[in-house]
């Protein structure tokens, strides 16, 4: 027995100084990696152009990767939207960058935050310089930002998608019938359609309206603006969706003026020479967006005062967001932080999400209210800012949304799945003895009898009552005039202005704008918040689990979202404020 005890212990020994061992050659491995990326010196000739590649997913705010470069999931690092502005107001500010060249293949943007690169670019050519874009494929929403361009240059065999805006939910309810699942929902709001996936075959009436009313709205606002950088009318741009440009020859993109020329890859230096008054044969120097982030700026200037950005991004205290979301309880803590620092003199908000835990939306509420007792707090909208999203950003003293962002949504609901079909098939059977008439309420393997369902509904509908009471306090609004525009209905932001859930359009320099006014300083540093985690911080918490998420986001791709939506039945126990759907921008 003995003998037997010192084999286990020499064998767990020999397994965890292995694993020590190999947690230290990757520590040293990755470390060797960083040092010697980060120690080139970088050194910028006197006329160069930057390169800025939008050819991968784009974030709100960029965060180091590990992965990158040691492992296949890491070489489609998304791009931080923070990263992008900062180097083309740096560009703007540089009398050595003399243009930006694009380059777009294969974008991934919402629209909102194209809108917010795009006015970047034309705030960047009240300089003076150039903005060429090049790409052999234009998403839509690529195409939306590089319409600003001075140059639009299409390769000989690419293609420029312009078709229109869709949004095409995936539903599940047949699936789940066949497995002997029953969704039992229980809602407040008409429009509030999240769950609809799980219980219809297709979308409601409301749903169908409220989704045709905004991608209505967002699509124009599209056009207007490409409308007034092309010189192409409106009524062109719709006839040339309607032709599937994807499906068209590259020179007919020329033709309608989509584009200005048709060029190789290896043709692209000629043009930026000769913009620069070089010789065409000069080969000019591209400044990659990793080169501009190294590169001080020369305009800025070392304050006291601060105004904190703080990132409210994805999913509320939701697994169904994955692993990146809000949760509430350590952006509670943040918060506070945040208001005792006498230093900070205002707060912006930068909100992108759909939604999620109404108990974690209340708590990041409270939070935001007591904050705006002591500093402004203006909200600036994303993509999204609906449902749980609007519900933290409804305190704020101002809200700013782009004409494209997706908010409202506001309306709750809890969905209980009933398993019994599934376990009947399975030939599990169950049993219970209990002490209340109520003891196994909810139960996974029944259906809701109609007491439980009346106790299920009044508790939803104080929920609702709370959320309408909150957002109608933060708009100085009364509560019918919120569940007039409530109802679980999403809006546009242009048509939310109009309705009153938004005070000014405009991105997050709008924002920032507003949050120094209203904290009467006349100068600023700008600090982030939550602090990005040092290289590692994030080794250690990709250790501890998060490797599985990458792997299946990098083998699943866009169908990630499916397969969090089906993982998610498993918590659709929670009450939820989460917005309906999404818009194809592809």
Not at 33 to 41: D, F, L
Request: charged share 25%; proline share 2%; aromatic share 8%.
């Amino acid at each position: 027995m003995k003998q037997f005890f010192k084999i286990v212990f020499g064998s767990a020994l020999g397994f965890v100084l292995a694993h020590l061992a190999l947690v230290g050659i990757v520590v040293v491995f990755v470390s060797i990696i960083v040092a010697t990326s980060s120690g080139k010196e970088f050194t910028l000739k006197e006329s160069a152009v930057l390169q800025l590649k939008l050819n991968r997913e784009i974030v709100d705010r960029s965060q180091n990767d590990i992965y990158s470069g040691l492992i296949n999931v890491g070489n489609d690092k998304p791009i931080g939207l923070d990263e992008i502005l900062e180097s083309i107001k740096k560009a703007k500010n540089n009398d050595h960058i003399k243009g930006i060249l694009l380059e777009v293949d294969f974008a991934q943007i919402g629209i909102a935050s194209a809108r917010e690169i795009r006015n970047a670019l034309i705030n960047f050519k009240e300089s003076g310089k150039f903005i060429v874009t090049n790409g052999g494929f234009y998403s839509q929403a690529a195409y939306y930002i590089a319409s600003v361009s001075d140059q639009i240059i299409l390769n000989p065999s690419g293609v420029i998608e312009f078709k229109g805006l869709a949004s095409a939910p995936v539903f599940y309810k047949n699936a789940l019938d066949k497995l002997g699942i029953e969704m039992q929902l229980i809602k407040v709001g008409t429009y509030k359609s999240y769950a609809e996936q799980y219980t219809n075959t297709e979308m409601s009436p409301e749903n169908r309206e409220q989704v045709s009313s905004i991608l209505h709205s967002v699509w124009s606002t599209m056009l207007d603006e490409i409308s007034v950088s092309r010189q192409i009318s409106k009524e062109n741009l719709n006839r040339y969706a309607d032709e599937m440009m994807a499906f068209q020859q590259a020179s007919q993109a020329v033709t309608f003026q989509l584009a200005d020329t048709l060029l190789y890859r290896d043709e692209i230096n000629a043009t930026l020479a000769l913009r620069m008054g070089l010789p065409v044969d000069k080969e000019v120097e591209l400044v990659s967006l990793e080169n501009m982030k190294n590169l001080p700026d020369t305009k800025k200037e070392y304050v006291k005062e601060k105004i904190a950005l703080v990132y409210a991004l994805g999913g509320i205290d939701s697994p169904s967001f994955g692993d990146e979301g809000i949760k509430s309880d350590e952006f509670v803590k943040m918060l506070r932080e945040i208001k005792d620092d006498d230093k900070i003199k205002a707060v912006v908000l930068r909100v992108n999400s759909p939604g999620g835990s109404a108990y974690g939306s209340e708590q990041i509420w409270r939070e935001i209210s007591l904050l705006k007792q002591k500093k402004p707090v203006i909200v600036s909208m994303a993509d999204y800012a609906a449902s749980g999203g609007y519900y933290i950003a409804c305190a704020a003293d101002s809200i700013v949304a782009q004409p494209t962002t997706l908010t409202g949504s506001i309306g709750i609901f809890g969905i209980i799945p009933n398993i019994k079909g599934l376990t009947d098939k399975l030939g599990i059977n169950f049993d219970i003895v209990k002490t209340n008439e109520k003891a196994d309420m909810p139960a996974l393997n029944r259906s809701f009898t109609l007491q439980e369902r009346n106790i299920m509904q009044v508790y939803v509908n104080e929920g609702y009552e709370l959320f309408v009471k909150r957002c109608a306090d933060g708009r100085n609004m009364t509560t019918e005039q919120i569940k007039a525009i409530a109802e679980g209905r999403v809006w546009a932001g242009k048509e939310a202005q109009q309705v009153g859930l938004v005070d000014e359009l405009g991105g997050l320099d709008k924002a920032i704008e507003i949050a120094q006014e209203k904290a009467n300083i006349s100068a600023y540093r700008l600090v982030e918040y939550p602090k990005k985690k040092d290289f590692m911080t994030e080794l250690m918490s990709s250790l501890e689990g998060n490797v599985e998420t990458k792997i299946l986001k990098a083998q699943l791709g866009d169908n990630y979202k499916y397969y969090m939506n089906l993982k998610n039945i498993e918590k659709a126990g929670k009450i939820q404020a989460v917005m309906p759907f999404e818009i194809e921008v592809k």
